[in-house]
């Protein structure tokens, strides 16, 4: 399969093991966040979104914390299967009506059997 | 339901020549985004479209362009076509906009310019 993001950062985990994925954001303005999962030859796949008005979100097996006073938004990922394995973006929509998404560089996430 | 459909999937030029690719969005989204996908830059932003009108553009030269047609199918196109343009060219769609819900995105068109 294709190969995305050759230099990102990685992550691997033993199956059945949580997993946590970091992702940092500089502007203080961004009101929206989501979580991308992208597998190899495959678009980005939507997981989870948090708006700037919650700290938690959580959803089937994933969790979405953000701390807005270090601008720092997490994923956790609970209970990684081998179909988890793939490379994860954060996105974030900073201003109201700036109808973009910017992307975080990605985590490659490796599920170890 | 059918999810959004990007055509071509893969495709060769050479550099000076142009190309267009075509995306076909989620049946009733009106909002349609480009991204350019690299593994140097990561995915950014191209423009944004939504009801035929381009609502945004990221920081890209005028050789790239991009339209949406009543139907919501919209198609970018780059001229003079750079090596440094090789890249993976996602598409997503969405009813109103990538901030007020999640963008669906197609599996891309991967363009390679020799």
């Known amino acids: 399969g294709e190969s995305v993001g050759l230099h990102l950062p990685t992550l691997s985990v033993q199956e059945g093991d949580n997993s946590i994925i970091n992702c940092a954001y500089s502007?203080?303005?961004?009101?929206?966040f989501i979580w991308y999962k992208q597998e190899s030859g495959k678009g980005p796949q939507f997981i989870i979104d948090?708006?700037?008005?919650?700290d938690k979100r959580q959803g089937q097996r994933v969790t979405v914390l953000l701390n807005k006073t270090v601008k720092h938004l997490s994923l956790q990922i609970a209970a990684t299967q081998p179909g988890d394995s793939a490379v994860y973006f954060c996105?974030?929509?900073?201003?109201?009506?700036?109808?973009?998404?910017?992307f975080g560089t990605g985590t490659r996430l490796t599920i170890i059997p | 339901k059918a999810g959004v459909t990007q055509t071509p999937r893969y495709l060769i030029k050479t550099r000076g020549q142009q190309v267009t690719l075509s995306c076909s969005p989620i049946?009733?989204?009106?909002?349609v985004s480009w991204y350019q996908q690299t593994p140097g830059q990561g995915l950014q932003f191209l423009f944004e479209?939504?009801?035929?009108?381009?609502?945004n553009k990221g920081n890209f030269p005028g050789r790239f362009s991009g339209r949406q047609f009543s139907n919501s199918r919209s198609e970018m196109n780059v001229s003079t076509l750079e090596l440094g343009d090789s890249a993976l060219y996602l598409c997503?769609?969405?009813?109103?906009?990538?901030?007020?819900?999640?963008?669906?995105f197609g599996e891309g068109s991967r363009l390679t310019v020799l």
């Open positions: 997503a769609s969405s009813p109103s906009g990538p901030n007020t819900g999640e963008l669906f």
């Open positions: 502007n203080s303005a961004s009101d929206y």
């Open positions: 996105a974030e929509n900073n201003n109201f009506g700036n109808e973009k998404l910017t």
């Open positions: 049946s009733g989204h009106r909002s």
């Open positions: 479209y939504f009801s035929e009108t381009q609502r």
């Open positions: 948090i708006r700037s008005n919650m």
